[in-house]
């Protein structure tokens, strides 16, 4: 049998042999169909917060599979219902064999709490980063255990200092994957806990991570100065070096944000200088930064000659 389309004549294929055809390139012939049925079925049983026709059966099966996909979309589903009494059933998956499984019941576990006490988070997060070996793995932990909003400021501390420690492996840098989030943690940790979160134990290895890897191109390199810097902006204590040594940096968001955080007052000797250099900065967006930070820095007598100079832009 054909058909004709456009003026093409094509052969038909018949329905049963054309979804063979369609499912398989989907991942039926390798015994894919069942697990996108499964999937299918965990995120129905989410969308609808657990309270369809099938209840959390779909995610708690998905929690049992033996396949590590169903296993992450079941576990994520978990996360997302933000119900401190599913932290049982998520932390079941710390055990995983799958170091995908492990990262994404970590990241489910935060989720978890999102409104609610994080002690007994805290104590699974922390217990399990002792055990942990696989540095991506670590990495999610740390912005997990950055990301969650504890009421004791004890908990802030022994959070920080775990965030600091994942930094560091037998006596130099930790992999880049652990380090990034760490800092990414460190951050997160003083943006939501406010002056809590303000100590000598949590402010990033003051220059150190600030300017990791400054001598080369690479981008992760310049991710964990990106926001290392962030970090120190948020927790303040970090010194005018790290932030003297941001504004000559390689990297133009690196250079950005130290621009933006003398516009905010963080000021040291020099500052105005560096903001009129900033200004003449080869990247667009460093000097639309340093328009907003010279504006709001520079004395009203020295105000207006920069930013006249910079609408010539």
């Known amino acids: 049998m054909s058909v004709t389309v456009s003026g093409q004549r094509f052969k038909w294929l018949p329905f049963p042999l054309l979804s063979c055809l369609v499912l398989s390139l989907s991942g039926c012939g390798d015994g894919g169909g069942g697990d996108q049925e499964a999937v299918a079925a965990i995120r129905n049983a989410e969308d609808a917060w657990g309270r369809g026709l099938e209840g959390l ?13 169903v296993q992450i979309a079941a576990v994520r589903a978990l996360g997302r219902l933000e119900d401190p009494e599913q932290i049982d059933g998520i932390a079941t998956l710390l055990e995983s064999p799958e170091s995908e499984v492990r990262a994404e019941a970590v990241n489910a576990l935060g989720q978890a ?4 006490s994080v002690d007994p988070v805290a104590d699974l997060l922390l217990e399990h980063l002792s055990r942990e070996g696989n540095p991506d793995v670590r990495g999610v932990l740390g912005r997990t255990l950055g990301r969650i909003a504890y009421d ?6 022994e959070a920080g200092r775990a965030l600091v420690a994942l930094t560091r492996e037998t006596g130099g840098d930790a992999p880049l994957p652990s380090r990034l989030g760490a800092v ?18 949590i402010v990033p290895r003051r220059g150190d991570l ?20 962030m970090a120190l902006i948020s927790v303040g204590g970090g010194g005018d070096d790290p ?40 990247v667009s967006r460093v000097r639309a930064q340093a328009v907003v930070s010279f504006a709001n820095l ?12 910079a609408a010539s832009d």
């Open 243 to 282: 932030l003297r040594s941001a504004l000559e940096d390689s990297d133009p968001e690196v250079r950005r944000l130290a621009v933006s955080a003398l516009g905010r007052g963080g000021s040291f000797p020099g500052g105005l200088d560096a903001l009129r250099k900033a200004l003449t900065d080869p």
């Open 210 to 229: 600030a300017s990791y890897g400054r001598k080369t191109d690479d981008e992760d390199a310049s991710r964990v100065r990106r926001v290392a810097i």
């Open 298 to 309: 520079a004395p009203v007598g020295d105000r207006c000659e920069g930013l006249l100079e």
């Open 184 to 201: 990414m943690g460190r951050e997160s940790l003083a943006r939501i806990n406010g002056e809590a979160a303000v100590s000598e134990e």
């Open 152 to 157: 004791d400021p004890d908990r802030i501390r």
């Open 113 to 116: 709490v999102f409104a609610s």
């Open 57 to 69: 059966a779909p995610i708690q099966e998905g929690i049992d599979s033996p396949i590590p996909s």
